[in-house]
């Protein structure tokens, strides 16, 4: 870890949060939303509507295809590593993590002390409200088989997206009335029910937080999560390429950096 300070804290530490953003995956070579902007000229935050879905399916499911694909074949990395190794000395350690890459579980995190509070993309849920199906394949083969990418690129607006009928999309297998869609939480969406109670019952069980380390993510949206951990007492010690001055704090600990150089783990 990056300093002696943050060591010392770590090691006397035994309630500790951890929020995970993009950052942590981008050194796995997973791009953020912010970054790839756009794909086939359309907003990337747009593509993660509900509006999207209605109005064009195919483009939305080859848009998370191709993300799919890339997060597939994406290896976590010593962050992950580390975090995981963490999480396993401190029984009482949560990680919120904003990501939908499942890179974390994969290094081997375990499920109940993470709460993916923005869902999976390895994960299908139906698009009909109040149909509860869910279903998930971490497999490179996609949901159809006719929604196999082509092998040149079709991010680019210029080349043809492949020809898909919406009757070929995966539809749900309950209601039968409905297509099927990656479950992540889209733009505007409110926070799976599920994951808040989660995060509020280790809230609720732990009498102090003593240490919240932030890592990668501008905390946009969820910057609550770092006020609630102050008022239970937390040092904040967040891990980012660039200073965050909107949730940053003077009494904070900032390690700047590629977090998995910076969280690369300390062996004695
Ligand atoms: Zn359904």
Not at 14 to 19: A, G, H, I, M, P
Not at 88 to 107: F, V, W, Y
Request: include cysteine; charge should be negative.
């Amino acid at each position: 870890m990056a300093t002696v300070s943050l060591v010392q804290r770590l090691r006397s530490s035994t309630f500790v949060l951890v929020l995970l953003g993009a950052g942590i995956s981008a050194p796995s070579d997973i791009p953020t939303f912010a970054e790839l902007r756009e794909w086939r000229g359309y907003p990337c935050q747009w593509l993660n509507s509900a509006a999207a879905f209605e109005q064009q399916p195919v483009l939305v499911w080859f848009f998370f295809e191709t993300l799919r694909q890339i997060m597939c074949r994406a290896e976590p990395n010593d962050a992950h590593r580390s975090l995981t190794e963490l999480a396993g000395m401190k029984p009482h350690l949560l990680t919120i993590s904003q990501n939908i890459d499942d890179l974390c579980e994969r290094a081997g995190h375990l499920p109940p002390q993470l709460v993916p509070i923005h869902g999976s993309i390895f994960m299908m849920t139906c698009s009909r409200p109040g149909c509860t199906y869910t279903s998930r394949s971490p497999s490179l083969e996609p949901a159809v088989p006719s929604l196999v990418l082509p092998t040149y690129d079709i991010s680019n607006s210029k080349t043809p997206l492949p020809t898909l009928e919406i009757s070929e999309l995966p539809h749900c297998p309950a209601c039968r009335t409905h297509l099927l869609r990656r479950g992540v939480v889209r733009y505007r969406e409110l926070l799976p029910a599920g994951s808040l109670d989660a995060i509020d019952r280790w809230f609720g069980a732990v009498p102090r937080v003593d240490l919240m380390l932030v890592i990668g993510t501008s905390a946009e949206l969820s910057s609550q999560f770092i006020d609630d951990a102050r008022l239970r007492g937390a040092s904040i010690a967040h891990f980012n390429l660039q200073y965050q001055d909107q949730i940053v704090e003077d009494e904070d600990l900032f390690i700047q950096g590629d977090v998995s150089t910076t969280l690369r783990p300390e062996h004695d």
